[in-house]
């Protein structure tokens, strides 16, 4: 295990404000109003205007990054001085996310048509499989206390984490499945 540092978090609110480059190069070929939300049947039934569109919301995803990581450090990471697997990888999630999110607003503002739904659940299904990969392997000595109801030993807490575990993996899987098929 690693602990945190400022090196990641400046990394982690980069990544998440990077996309505005792409956003400033395609800015005078976007529609004034952009989709930012889509109906299940691929729809844009949400739009913005492209300034938000294309700078707030990044900045905005850049606040909410810092803020978790300034509450991942302050109540979890500072007591232990450690910071797990599966903390590393909820850590990326936001950045990866906020990316591919970027990209589907950009190039559906650019006039490409896309499968938002596809783009959308494979790379989750592929982010809740990972964590629930990590799950069984959290230390139950780092843990015992943050988990609510506490597990009775560490028997119980294993058990608990491979229940936990499996659900999450056969949920990645159904979200890739849908990905694919819906």
């Known amino acids: 295990?690693?602990?945190?540092?400022?090196?990641?978090?400046?990394l982690?609110?980069?990544?998440?404000?990077?996309?505005?480059?792409?956003?400033?190069i395609f800015y005078g070929r976007i529609p004034e109003q952009m989709a930012v939300h889509w109906d299940v049947n691929n729809v844009p039934n949400t739009y913005m205007h492209k300034a938000f569109a294309l700078f707030g919301i990044p900045v905005?995803?850049?606040?909410?990054?810092?803020?978790?990581l300034s509450l991942?450090?302050?109540?979890?990471?500072?007591?232990?001085?450690?910071?797990p697997k599966v903390t590393r990888?909820?850590?990326?999630?936001?950045?990866v996310i906020n990316a591919i999110t970027y990209?589907?607003?950009l190039m559906w503002g650019l006039g490409y048509t896309l499968r938002v739904?596809?783009?959308?659940?494979?790379?989750?299904?592929a982010i809740v499989i990972l964590l629930g990969n990590y799950l069984p392997k959290m230390s139950y000595e780092g843990n015992k206390d943050r988990i609510h109801?506490?597990?009775?030993?560490?028997?119980?807490?294993?058990?608990?984490?491979?229940?936990t575990s499996v659900a999450f993996i056969m949920m990645g899987i159904a979200f890739i499945f849908l990905g694919i098929f819906w």
């Open 149 to 163: 109801p506490k597990p009775k030993d560490e028997k119980s807490f294993r058990k608990m984490l491979r229940i």
């Open 60 to 68: 905005a995803i850049a606040l909410l990054q810092t803020a978790l």
């Open 103 to 105: 990209a589907i607003i």
């Open 12 to 24: 982690a609110v980069t990544l998440c404000l990077l996309p505005m480059i792409a956003g400033a």
């Open 117 to 125: 739904s596809t783009l959308v659940l494979l790379p989750l299904g």
């Open 72 to 83: 991942f450090y302050g109540f979890y990471i500072r007591k232990t001085e450690n910071m």
């Open 89 to 95: 990888i909820i850590i990326w999630c936001l950045p």
């Open 1 to 10: 295990m690693k602990k945190i540092s400022m090196k990641t978090i400046l």
